[in-house]
């Protein structure tokens, strides 16, 4: 993550806003784990000074894959305060501005950095590193009766298809700033980290739902429509690199139940305590609550109606 970063503004900000005892608090908002006292090998209380003090720290932010999340707390901290005190940051404008020539955008409603959408798109939104754990939301998507289709259709006409739903499905997730984790042949895997992400999981479940109505209306030339499960649920998450390791999350796991138990074709469906933190506005346009066969988790759900006559076109 050191790379396009000039970590001397952030350093030389640290310097001359903060006392040793006060960085390390900002640090541990940002990695609850870190001690900078720790970090050198000193015992507790040892003096360190506030230029060796602040060089470790954003050493250590960078290293452990922080350095951006701890640009945000520090922005936080000067917008609002903490603990009733006001801090203000010498030369944090400049720090902002070194992230921001690195490739970053910044959204102001969130207060977070990501990476330039116009420049690259990457897996991780250009932060993320092995092991690092966030709250996300998951939403798993899968083509109903997909062997039916590959088999009563031309390969070329499949493949001209499916690369037309994944643009679909890319677009919806993209545009609310999450990543595509996973594409098979059937199916897909999106993952939302930034902003209200799980509303935007669920706008982004929606358009998919809606589009694809439309492209069956008049673009489908199948021989039968496409129809899509979809379902998003939202909780902790490790990113990793490995496909293996992610699917194994309980979070993945209870979007991939609610996908292939509780929604129905052309549906989509939310875990009830992802409903539960929604607005109300938002929670009409689903059904009331059902419980997932076989379980005691519950759902609700969102449809729109794709039937169409045999020939492929109403």
Not at 181 to 193: I, L, P
């Given at each position: 993550?050191?790379?396009?970063?000039?970590?001397?503004?952030?350093?030389?900000?640290?310097?001359?806003?903060?006392?040793?005892?006060?960085?390390?608090?900002?640090?541990?908002?940002?990695?609850?784990?870190?001690?900078?006292?720790?970090?050198?090998?000193?015992?507790?209380?040892?003096?360190?000074?506030?230029?060796?003090?602040?060089?470790?720290?954003?050493?250590?932010?960078?290293?452990d894959g922080y350095y951006i999340d701890f640009v945000e707390t520090l922005m936080k901290v000067e917008e609002k305060g903490y603990m009733g005190h006001k801090y203000n940051?010498?030369?944090?404008?400049?720090?902002?501005?070194?992230?921001?020539?690195?490739?970053?955008?910044?959204?102001k409603a969130t207060g977070q950095f990501f990476e330039d959408q116009k420049k690259q798109i990457t897996r991780n939104w250009g932060r993320l590193i092995e092991g690092d754990e966030r709250q996300m939301a998951v939403l798993r998507l899968d083509v109903v009766g997909n062997t039916a289709l590959v088999k009563s259709?031309?390969?070329?006409?499949?493949?001209?298809?499916?690369?037309?739903l994944r643009k679909i499905v890319t677009n919806a997730v993209v545009s609310r700033l999450g990543r595509l984790?996973?594409?098979?042949?059937?199916?897909?895997?999106?993952?939302?980290?930034?902003?209200?992400?799980s509303r935007m999981?669920?706008?982004?479940?929606?358009?998919?739902?809606?589009?694809?109505f439309?492209?069956?209306?008049?673009?489908?030339?199948?021989?039968?429509a496409i129809k899509l499960r979809v379902a998003v649920n939202s909780g902790h998450l490790t990113y990793s690199e490995s496909e293996i390791q992610y699917t194994k999350a309980d979070t993945v796991?209870?979007?991939?139940?609610?996908?292939?138990?509780?929604?129905?074709?052309?549906?989509?469906?939310?875990?009830?305590?992802?409903?539960?933190?929604?607005?109300?506005?938002?929670?009409?346009?689903?059904?009331?609550?059902?419980?997932?066969?076989g379980s005691t988790e519950k759902y609700r759900i969102y449809q729109v109606n794709l039937e169409r006559s045999s020939s492929g076109k109403d």
């Open positions: 993550m050191s790379s396009g970063f000039s970590t001397r503004f952030c350093r030389k900000c640290l310097a001359l806003s903060l006392p040793v005892e006060v960085m390390n608090r900002f640090a541990k908002m940002t990695n609850p784990g870190y001690d900078i006292q720790k970090s050198f090998g000193f015992s507790k209380g040892h003096p360190i000074g506030v230029h060796e003090a602040s060089d470790r720290i954003v050493a250590d932010m960078v290293a940051f010498r030369g944090l404008d400049d720090v902002v501005g070194d992230v921001l020539q690195a490739g970053f955008s910044y959204d259709n031309p390969k070329a006409l499949i493949d001209k298809t499916y690369a037309e984790w996973t594409w098979e042949g059937d199916g897909a895997m999106g993952v939302f980290m930034l902003g209200d992400y999981a669920i706008f982004a479940g929606m358009e998919i739902i809606n589009e694809m439309m492209y069956n209306k008049m673009d489908n030339q199948l021989n039968s796991k209870k979007a991939v139940t609610l996908e292939a138990k509780a929604a129905v074709p052309n549906s989509l469906v939310i875990s009830e305590s992802l409903a539960m933190s929604q607005d109300q506005s938002l929670l009409n346009i689903f059904a009331d609550s059902k419980i997932v066969p």
